[in-house]
């Protein structure tokens, strides 16, 4: 059931807003929120990395001022098909990272992957609201990152479905009142398959996930679960509470977003249908509500919300994920950048289900952690963790 008025409540003043990563699934869906509201958000700059027709697209009915292409092969395609429209256009990394650095008072960091942490950091520079889908950016460089939030005095909304739901229901006036916080995993499609099954399943089983329409790349991250690996370390950055004091549980209904747990015993939880329209809308209008179109929860219709502990031998992307965190320094850099390749090698056909987990866990134990300085360590770790996964990704 959709709600009848699809027409979002106005914000008090219009924003000026900036979408990186706009033809991807967070992309379109901040996009389709934008344009329900037009009087309440100006464009600044749309980028996406090699789908001119959709940006394109999204560049006409939105009229941002500036339209990049990651890929330079496109940048005279982008140009010719926006030639008289006033819209600037522009190609390339660096494009990127002039595009987080314009004017805009708010920015959706939805880039996929560790080719967001540029322009991310370029905007969290600028100390404006930062609306953060890209997980993989704090995954790879957290504690730089939350230290230059801190030092510009940008503001972090969290949009991964958990962590909105955690900033929704924590009590910041009250931080020694959490006991720990609880992040909610559907479990993925491959919930009950047994290890035997799953070393045969392909990049199509993987991706067709069972309750959220995603990205490809997050969708097989959800399948091994290294989604909720990653996902405990984006909460450990946002939330500052350390490892045992982060919970994963399976909820394969993904109603409950997450919860905290307070010292009197209380749970607060957030829920909500899975549309990844609420936790973007709850981003577009903080600290204000705006009406969202998505279909509401009825929870009489649902009847049953279950819950089970996560099969650590079954995902062992979690176990990894948690040795990760508590190695530090430069171990969840290893951990994403082996995840990534690894995640293309199995969606391109160049390795199995199993091996992913199998590949990031290689490549923890040969690369040493070591302490975090810049932004440049974390590159070349970033660097060679790619190098030795795509070796091990092509059987050599
Ligand atoms: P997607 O693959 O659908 O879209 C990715 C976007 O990034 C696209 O616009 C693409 O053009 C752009 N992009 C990809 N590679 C790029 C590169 N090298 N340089 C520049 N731009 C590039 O992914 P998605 O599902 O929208 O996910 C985006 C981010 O949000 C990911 O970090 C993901 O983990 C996170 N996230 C997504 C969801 C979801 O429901 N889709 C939920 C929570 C968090
Ligand atoms: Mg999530």
């Not at 697209?57 to 926006?82: H, M, N």
């Not at 009406?291 to 279950?306: K, W, Y």
């Not at 062992?316 to 390749?341: D, F, H, V």
């Amino acid at each position: 059931m959709e709600v009848a008025s699809t027409q979002l409540r106005p914000l008090a003043a219009p924003r000026r807003v900036t979408v990186l990563g706009s033809t991807g699934s967070i992309g379109c869906n901040t996009v389709d929120l934008i344009e329900r509201n037009p009087e309440a958000f100006e464009i600044e700059a749309l980028t996406a990395h090699q789908n001119v027709a959709l940006l394109v697209d999204q560049a006409r009915r939105l009229g941002p001022r500036l339209a990049v292409i990651a890929d330079e092969s496109r940048y005279g395609e982008l140009k010719e098909a926006l030639a008289g429209t006033g819209i600037d256009v522009a190609a390339g990394r660096e494009a990127l990272v002039e595009a987080a650095d314009r004017p805009a008072d708010w920015v959706m960091a939805a880039i996929v992957g560790a080719a967001g942490l540029a322009p991310t950091l370029a905007a969290v520079r600028r100390g404006v609201s930062i609306a953060l889908a890209n997980k993989e950016t704090l995954v790879c460089a957290g504690s730089l990152m939350v230290a230059e939030i801190a030092r510009h005095g940008a503001t972090v909304l969290p949009v991964d479905s958990e962590h909105n739901a955690i900033f929704q229901v924590l009590e910041t006036r009250h931080p020694d009142a959490v006991e720990r916080i609880v992040l909610t995993a559907s479990g993925g499609p491959f919930r009950d398959l047994s290890r035997k099954a799953m070393a045969d399943v392909t990049p199509d089983q993987a991706v067709a996930h069972p309750n959220w329409d995603m990205g490809a790349k997050i969708s097989v991250d959800s399948a091994t679960m290294m989604n909720k690996g990653l996902e405990l370390i984006e909460a450990h950055h946002l939330f500052g509470l350390p490892e045992p004091q982060i919970e994963i549980l399976v909820h394969p209904q993904s109603v409950v977003h997450s919860m905290v747990s307070y010292i009197d015993g209380s749970v607060l939880a957030q829920l909500g249908q899975p549309d990844m329209r609420t936790p973007i809308a709850y981003a577009l209008a903080w600290p204000a509500r705006m009406t969202a179109p998505v279909d509401r929860l009825d929870l009489a219709a649902i009847g049953q919300l279950t819950f089970e502990a996560p099969d650590p031998d079954r995902f062992p992307a979690l176990r990894l994920a948690r040795q990760a965190l508590c190695a530090g320094g430069s171990a969840p850099t290893i951990l994403n950048a082996a995840n990534e390749i690894a995640v293309q090698g199995f969606l391109s056909g160049r390795i199995g289900f199993l091996k992913i987990a199998e590949i990031v866990e290689q490549a923890l134990e040969a690369i040493p952690a070591a302490a975090l300085n810049s932004l440049d360590d974390v590159q070349q770790v970033d660097r060679e963790a790619r190098d030795l996964a795509s070796h091990l990704s092509n059987g050599s």
